[in-house]
């Protein structure tokens, strides 16, 4: 599932490309992206609208319409935006076409069929979208406000930091790569962290998200940014799919075990569990 960094870029891509851009008609393959409307009233509503702005909250994707309107996406596994020229050939992936005046169009696609895509006036029906944690990056998410969200937390680490409703954003690989950096193992409770350890995962979580960002994502296996480039970062990855290899730190082993049902990698020796 695309993360924080790999949603920031797709942000950004839309927005060298379709911005200030006017709907003149939409082509709907699949309705089962579509969330909540029907298809004739979402191309009712779309058509003659034009995109004034493009950002990006948690996971999620929001374009703003110049009719009060929100086009808000949320990925999920194998969703993508593919800016692309209207005779280009379509992918069989390729579900909903926004086309523009001239000869360019943005497609929506989505392997699996999890993509869901919201068209709404009120930001509190784009699914759960309004109910996210703070933004990792936001410079109002202080190691102070860090301090604060977990403080009152005892459950384990890594699936608190999944909860997008604790903080927005980080997925599987984001979040093995900052427990890596700052040596806390991922079963470890949240209530048993240092304060010394809660500002290195502070700053580790930071840094993991700014250089993904930098790298332009990771591209394990479906991801591409909205001009259809794979992200970097999967080669400056330090644990996250490397288990059997070598640690860089302390040449270790590095392992893979579930938490919380999703696979999670660490380092034995820098990550030491509890006793």
Known sequence: ???????????????????NKEIIDIEVKNEKLIADLKVEEFIDILVGSRIENI??????III???TDYYLVTHLRMTGRFVYCKKQDEDDKYDYIF?????????????????????LVDDLSEAGSLTKLGPEPLSDKFTLDRFKEIISTRRGKIKPLLLNQKFLAGLGNIYVDEALFISQIHP????????????ENLYHAIRQVLTEGIKH???TKWDY????????SYQNYLRVYDRKGEECNRCAAALE??????RSSYFCPQCQKQEE
């Not at 599932?1 to 911005?19: A, F, I, R, S, Y």
């Open 256 to 261: 893979k075990i579930k938490v919380g049902g």
């Open 55 to 60: 950002r990006r909250r948690g996971k999620y």
């Open 224 to 231: 591409v940014d909205a001009s259809g480039q794979a992200g």
């Open 64 to 66: 703003e319409l110049d």
């Open 216 to 218: 332009r994502g990771t």
């Open 98 to 118: 926004f086309k523009f005046r001239g000869d360019d169009e943005l497609r929506l696609g989505s392997k699996r069929k999890f993509t869901r895509t919201y």
């Open 187 to 198: 079963l470890r409770k949240a209530d048993t962290l240092t304060e010394q350890e809660i």
């Open 1 to 19: 599932m695309p993360e924080l960094p790999e949603v920031q870029t797709v942000v950004d891509t839309l927005k060298e490309t379709v911005l």
